[in-house]
């Protein structure tokens, strides 16, 4: 399978409800970045990286995909996945421009690009390339009523419609304002509505300093959260250490956290318990896939943070042995030929060759962005 061509593109997909925000980002759009790579006998492989739909940043990414990339890819073979993410990501001009941010965005969009072609050259599902589905189910948890820009009423709304009327049995709630006052008022009427039998999660992306998560957690905790999710600095371990040795609410993080040795850090301080790698930040599936084995190493359960929106993390979370649940997020889901469905609170076990990730002739039509 020799790599004649490499395409870079660009997608901007609205996002539910014209308008959602967290603590941090406030977005209209979700950018679906990336590459197709096409081998001499007519194979087709697509991955892409999870952007804020920035068209300026967004064309960085398909620079580096062109022009840096590309070169090294034409006329290789596609099936050296290991060997052609080494090149990439340890080439010694790239990695001194950097080991983080564009070039692993860019390098996300080609891995899995490589890892879809592989799997549709197999005749499988990736998860069946991996070495087969080690469960029979995977339970979604959903974010898409949690947002923080939503008001209370709608919050709760929200809670009701995923549980009672879609099956879930975990939801998850952005926390982060400047007042956690707010916060655990709306967490307290979370728990009342969803009762006892319902999984809660928060997620704070990074807003509040080590004191205001220790006030936070002490209020919190009796209302049984499942993880807080980045609570802090994503850089600062230290202080993720620290929350976690004073606090019972369990640590997730991981989707700002672009190399295994960042992940690697975390983990032997202690200062986390879910470890959430993406395939959209940590450069593809290649080095997820080592993430997860240190994870599985320290015993600790491997939940992906959905930058694809679980495209190919459901592939992922089938194959893993230590995945508890997989986040839902439907913004983009429609945009692809086997979309990443959710029935009754359970991903639907993807069935088509590939990594989930081609997208319909007709996504390219509404959402495709000039490269320049």
């Known amino acids: 399978m020799r790599i004649t061509r490499v395409e870079p593109f660009i997608l901007h997909i609205p996002v539910t409800g014209g308008s959602i925000a967290d603590s941090t980002h406030r977005i209209s759009h979700w950018g679906v970045v990336g590459t197709k790579i096409v081998t001499e006998d007519g194979r087709e492989g697509y991955g892409f990286t999870g952007t804020h739909a920035d068209l300026a940043s967004d064309r960085l990414i398909t620079a580096c995909i062109r022009d840096c990339y590309a070169p090294l890819l034409v006329g290789e073979d596609a099936s050296e996945t290991s060997r052609l993410w080494t090149k990439l990501a340890r080439h010694p001009a790239l990695q001194w421009v950097g080991r983080a941010g564009i070039t692993q965005l860019a390098l996300a969009g080609v891995d899995v690009a ?42 709760l709304d929200g809670c009701r419609a995923a549980i009672e009327g879609e099956g879930f049995r975990r939801v998850k709630v952005k926390v982060g304002h400047a007042d956690l006052n707010v916060d655990i008022d709306r967490l307290e009427a979370v728990r009342r509505t969803v009762g006892s039998r319902v999984t809660v999660a928060i997620d704070g992306n990074g807003r509040w300093d080590l004191p205001t998560c220790l006030r936070f957690c002490a209020r919190a905790a009796p209302l049984d959260i499942f993880w807080f999710e980045e609570p802090l600095w994503y850089d600062d371990v230290a202080s993720h250490a620290a929350l976690a040795r004073a606090s019972s609410i369990p640590i997730a993080l991981g989707e700002q956290l672009y190399t295994l040795d960042a992940f690697n850090a975390f983990i ?28 599985l190493a320290h015993r600790l359960p ?49 069935q088509r060759p590939g990594a989930g990730t081609t997208p319909k002739p007709e996504t390219f039509l509404r959402y495709a962005k000039p490269l320049a």
Do not use: C
């Open 114 to 155: 490589l890892w879809d072609l592989n799997a549709k050259a197999a005749g499988v599902p990736l998860w069946h390339l991996l070495g087969g589905a080690q469960r029979d189910k995977v339970e979604a948890y959903n974010t898409d009523i949690g947002w923080l820009s939503l008001s209370k009423e709608a919050l």
């Open 268 to 295: 032997t301080a202690g200062a986390v318990h879910y470890v959430q790698p993406d395939v959209t930040r940590l450069g593809g599936i290649t080095e997820v896939l080592q993430v997860a084995t240190v994870a």
């Open 302 to 350: 491997v939940a992906p943070h959905a930058g694809d929106m679980s495209q190919v993390h459901v592939h992922l979370a089938y194959w893993l042995q230590n995945t508890p649940a997989l986040e839902y997020i439907p913004w983009i889901k429609d945009a692809f030929e086997e979309p990443a469905d959710v029935v009754d609170g359970f991903f639907k076990k993807p």
